[in-house]
C-alpha cells in the first residue's frame, strides 16, 4: 500500500494491491477526482483524466476564460454554487446569508495507520502497518472554513475508507448545514443501483434498478437508521452477478438519520453522496470549534457482489467489531421473548432455562418485563430496577439461579425510552424530546429521552452499571422500539436545535463506549423492533444484532440474505421460533428453522419445554452440531449461490479459512411435484481436495463440486405416492463437507 504524491503535476496516487485511488488540484485550487478502480500502474502524471470542454449554458470559474467549469469536472467534495449545480459534499451558513464556499487546496499529510474519529464508531487499525492515511487540508479563505478530508487505504483489500473533519479558524461563527462523508464523482453512469430497503419484520429486501439521469436516494430521518433503508448502497456494472464483475459498495458507520444518494447529471457523470442526512441538520461552528463527520467505507471488487461483500464481512469481523467477543463464536442462547411475552415468574422463567440447559443452550435471556412497573408496553420503561413482585431477590437473585443452573444469564434493556408512567418521567419530565408548545407523539405508548444531555446518559449508565455490577450479567440485549419525532432539546438554544438528532446518537455511542469499556466481558445484542439499527455504526460497539422480529424460517430468508451483502454471518442475530410462527402463522419443519438460525448467532425464541420429547431431541442435536460447526458458521467465507429474491430456491454456503470444511444451505419455499434435476455449484472450495458429504457419505473433488455442480434434487420423487413426507413445503437440507485427508 502507498500513498504518493507528485509535486509537479499535483497528483495524488493511493494503491494497494487491488485498487487504486487518484486525484488532483485542479487549476482553481479545488480537489479533483480523477479514477477510482482496479489498480493501475503509477505514474506521475495522469493529467490526461482531467476532462473539460467549453459547453453551452455552461458558467466558468476564470473570467475570459471557457477552460473550467466545476460542472463538467469531478470532484472530491464538491460545493454548489460556483458553476457546480449537483447536490453538494458540504454546504456552510454564514453570516452574511450567504452559502457559497471555495475551498482550496493548503496542503497535505500522509500518517501511518488509521486515527481514532473522536465520539464515533470506525474502522482502526491494530498496527500501523496495516493502513495508511492522507489527510488534504483545504480552506475557504473568505470564512476561514478549513476542511480536512481523511482518506485511509488498507494494505489488504479493496476498502478506501473515508471521513471529513470542519473546523473553524474564522472569526465568525458558521452554520454547517451539509456535511457528508463521501463524495464520488464516477465519470459516468453505467451502473445498476441496489438498495436494501424494506420496513417493520421485512428488513433489508434487496432493491436493484437502472441509475438513470437524477437523483435516486435512500435515506432515514427518524432518528435511526431505520428498518426502511440501509445505510448501504452499492453499484455494479451490468451484467454482474454474484461471482464476477465489477461493484462498488458504500456503508455509512453510522446510527442515526443518514442520506445515501447518486445523482446522474446531464453528462452522464455520477455523484455518490453519503453521510447525515442534511434536512433539518444545521451545526453551529464557532470560531476555533470542529466538527467530525461519520464514517463511510467503499469497497471495490471485480469478483462480483460476493467479492465485495466477503471484504466489508472481514472489515467489520476484524476492524469495525471489537472487544473479548469480536473473535469468538457466541454463545447458544434461549430468549424468553415469542415463549412468555410479559407473562412471567421467576421460577416460571427458571422452567425454561432449566429444560434449555438440559438441551445444551449455553445463555438464557430475559426480556423485556422485569423492571418497574412494567407488566404491559404502557409503564416502566425508564425505572431499570428489578420488579420486586417478579423477581423476589432482584436481577442478582435470578442471575445466581440461572448460573447454579450452569447457565450465562442475559438481560434486555431499552436505554433511551421512557414511558410517562414511570419514576424517570415523573422525576425529569424535561427529559425527553418534544418541541415546545406542539403534542408529543408516542410511538408504543413511549417517549424518547433527550440522549443529547449528559446528565441523563450518566442517569441511564449509573442503573445499568448497578445491576451489571451487582448481578452475573454477561449479556445484554439492547432495544430501541421507537423513532424519533418532534426532536427537540430543552437543554440547547434555538441556534443548536439543528444538532439534536446528531448529538442524540453521539449520547448512545458515549452510553455503549461507557458499558464496553467498564463491562468488556458483556456481549452485546444490539435491536431496534428487530433490524431498526442493523448498520455499521452499531456493530462497533455490539457485534451482534438482532436481525428482524419476524422470526419465520421463510421470512427470515430474504431477510437474512440481504444483510448478509454488508454484515457478517456472525453479527446476524437469528433464532428458532415456535411453528406456527407468532409472526406470519406459518408451520414450517423444526429442521428448516434451525437451517436458516445456523446462519446466524443462533438460538432459539420459544419455551423447549413445550416441544415433544422426539422435537427435544431433535434440539439437543441441532445444539450439537452448531456447537462444533460454529466456528466456520459465524467466521468462515460466506457465499451467497442462489437467491430467494429470484425463486423458490435459496442457497448459501461457507467455507473454513483452511478450507477443509465447508457448509451449504439449501432452502425450497414450495414443494412441486416432477421437478427437474437440480444442481447447484459451489464456490471457495480447494479444487484439488476431496470432500466427503456428510449426508450421502459420497465424495467429490472440489473442482467438481465448484465446476459440475451439488446435486439438489437427489432421492426426490417424481411421483406424489411415493412421498415419503421428507419432501413438503419450506424443506431444506444442509450439506456439511469435510476434505477427506490422509
Ligand atoms: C422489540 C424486540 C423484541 C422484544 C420486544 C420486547 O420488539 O425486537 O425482540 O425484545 O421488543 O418488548
Not at 413482585?389 to 431499552?414: H, P, Y
Not at 418532534?486 to 455503549?512: K, M, N, T, W
Not at 445444539?623 to 449461490?641: H, P, S
Request: with cysteine; charged share 25%.
Amino acid at each position: 500500500m502507498s500513498i504518493i504524491f507528485n509535486e509537479g503535476t499535483k497528483t495524488f496516487h493511493l494503491f494497494n494491491d487491488e485498487i487504486s485511488y487518484i486525484m488532483m488540484v485542479l487549476p482553481n485550487g479545488h480537489m479533483g477526482q480523477l479514477y477510482f478502480g482496479k489498480r493501475v500502474h503509477h505514474r506521475g502524471d495522469y493529467s490526461y483524466l482531467y476532462e473539460t470542454v467549453p459547453r453551452p449554458m455552461t458558467s466558468y470559474v476564470f473570467e475570459g476564460d471557457r477552460s473550467l467549469s466545476l460542472e463538467h469536472v469531478k470532484q472530491e467534495y464538491g460545493v454548489y454554487g460556483t458553476t457546480d449545480y449537483r447536490r453538494p459534499a458540504v454546504e456552510i451558513l454564514q453570516q452574511n446569508g450567504s452559502r457559497i464556499c471555495d475551498f482550496r487546496y493548503r496542503g497535505h499529510e500522509v500518517r501511518r495507520g488509521k486515527p481514532k474519529l473522536p465520539g464515533l464508531p470506525a474502522t482502526y487499525t491494530e498496527n500501523e502497518d496495516e493502513a495508511e492515511t492522507l489527510v488534504l487540508t483545504l480552506e475557504d479563505p473568505l470564512t476561514g472554513a478549513v476542511l480536512e478530508l481523511l482518506y485511509t487505504i488498507f494494505a489488504k483489500g479493496g476498502i478506501l475508507a473515508r471521513s471529513v473533519r470542519i473546523t473553524n479558524k474564522g472569526a465568525e461563527v458558521l452554520h454547517l448545514t451539509t456535511a457528508m462523508s463521501l463524495c464520488m464523482d464516477l465519470p459516468d453512469c453505467d451502473y445498476e443501483w441496489l438498495q436494501f430497503s424494506g420496513a417493520w419484520a421485512r428488513e433489508r429486501h434487496l432493491k436493484v434498478r437502472k441509475l438513470e439521469q437524477g437523483i435516486q436516494a435512500v435515506d432515514s430521518r427518524r432518528g435511526n437508521s431505520s428498518h426502511e433503508h440501509n445505510p448501504f448502497i452499492v453499484l455494479r456494472r451490468p451484467g454482474t452477478n454474484e461471482f464476477q464483475g465489477e461493484v462498488i459498495g458504500f456503508s455509512l458507520i453510522y446510527s442515526g438519520n443518514f442520506l445515501a444518494q447518486a445523482e446522474v447529471d446531464t453528462h452522464d457523470t455520477t455523484r455518490v453522496l453519503m453521510g447525515i442526512h442534511p434536512m433539518g441538520f444545521d451545526w453551529k461552528l464557532e470560531p476555533g470549534e470542529s466538527f467530525q463527520t461519520p464514517e463511510a467505507v467503499m469497497v471495490y471488487s471485480e469478483e462480483g457482489l460476493n467479492g465485495m461483500s466477503q471484504t466489508f464481512h472481514r472489515l467489520y469481523q476484524r476492524r469495525l467489531a471489537r472487544g473479548y467477543w469480536r473473535d469468538r463464536p457466541r454463545p447458544v442462547l434461549n430468549n424468553n421473548w415469542e415463549a412468555t411475552y410479559f407473562d412471567f415468574t421467576e421460577d416460571r422463567l427458571v422452567e425454561i432455562a432449566g429444560k434449555a440447559k438440559e438441551c445444551g443452550v449455553e445463555l438464557f435471556v430475559l426480556d423485556d418485563g422485569w423492571f418497574g412497573a412494567r407488566s404491559s408496553d404502557h409503564a416502566g420503561l425508564g425505572d431499570w430496577v428489578a420488579n420486586p413482585e417478579r423477581l423476589s431477590r432482584g436481577i442478582t437473585g435470578l442471575a445466581e439461579r440461572i448460573e447454579g443452573l450452569g447457565m450465562k444469564f442475559g438481560l434486555w434493556f431499552e436505554p433511551e425510552m421512557v414511558n410517562k408512567d414511570s419514576d424517570l418521567y415523573r422525576a425529569h419530565p424535561d427529559w425527553i424530546l418534544s418541541t415546545p408548545g406542539r403534542s408529543i407523539s408516542h410511538g408504543r405508548n413511549q417517549y424518547v429521552l433527550d440522549f443529547s444531555r449528559k446528565e441523563v446518559v450518566d442517569c441511564i449508565y449509573g442503573m445499568m452499571a448497578k445491576i451489571l455490577s451487582e448481578a452475573k450479567v454477561s449479556y445484554i440485549k439492547w432495544d430501541m422500539n421507537r423513532s424519533i419525532t418532534e426532536c427537540y432539546s430543552q437543554a440547547l438554544p434555538p441556534d443548536r436545535q439543528g444538532e439534536v438528532f446528531h448529538r442524540y446518537i453521539l449520547g448512545v455511542y458515549d452510553l455503549y463506549e461507557r458499558l464496553n469499556t467498564n463491562f468488556p466481558h458483556v456481549l452485546f445484542e444490539s435491536c431496534a423492533s428487530g433490524g431498526g439499527r442493523f448498520d455499521p455504526g452499531i456493530l462497533y460497539y455490539a457485534p451482534q444484532g438482532w436481525a428482524s422480529d419476524d422470526s419465520d424460517a421463510v421470512e427470515r430468508l430474504k431477510i437474512q440474505y440481504g444483510t448478509t451483502f454488508c454484515y457478517p454471518v456472525s453479527s446476524i442475530g437469528s433464532h428458532v421460533s415456535v411453528a406456527p410462527n407468532h409472526q406470519v402463522f406459518r408451520n414450517t419443519p423444526l429442521h428448516t428453522r434451525a437451517n436458516v438460525a445456523y446462519f446466524g448467532t443462533f438460538g432459539y425464541e420459544l419455551d423447549l419445554n413445550k416441544l415433544t420429547e422426539e422435537e427435544q431431541e431433535e434440539v439437543k442435536e441441532q445444539i450439537a452440531f452448531m456447537k462444533e460447526y460454529r466456528e466456520v458458521l459465524q467466521f468462515g467465507t460466506f457465499f451467497r449461490l442462489v437467491s430467494p429474491f429470484e425463486g423458490n430456491i435459496t442457497c448459501w454456503m461457507v467455507v473454513s479459512e483452511d478450507k477443509k470444511t465447508a457448509i451449504a444451505g439449501w432452502y425450497r419455499t414450495l414443494s412441486h411435484v416432477n421437478m427437474p434435476f437440480t444442481r447447484v455449484r459451489l464456490q471457495g472450495l480447494d479444487p484439488d481436495l476431496c470432500y466427503e458429504e456428510q449426508r450421502s457419505k459420497k465424495s467429490y473433488f472440489g473442482d467438481e463440486l465448484m465446476n459440475i455442480g451439488l446435486i439438489t434434487s437427489d432421492g426426490m420423487s417424481g411421483q406424489v405416492e411415493e412421498n415419503t413426507g421428507e419432501y413438503g413445503d419450506f424443506d431444506s437440507r444442509l450439506y456439511v463437507l469435510k476434505a477427506l485427508v490422509s
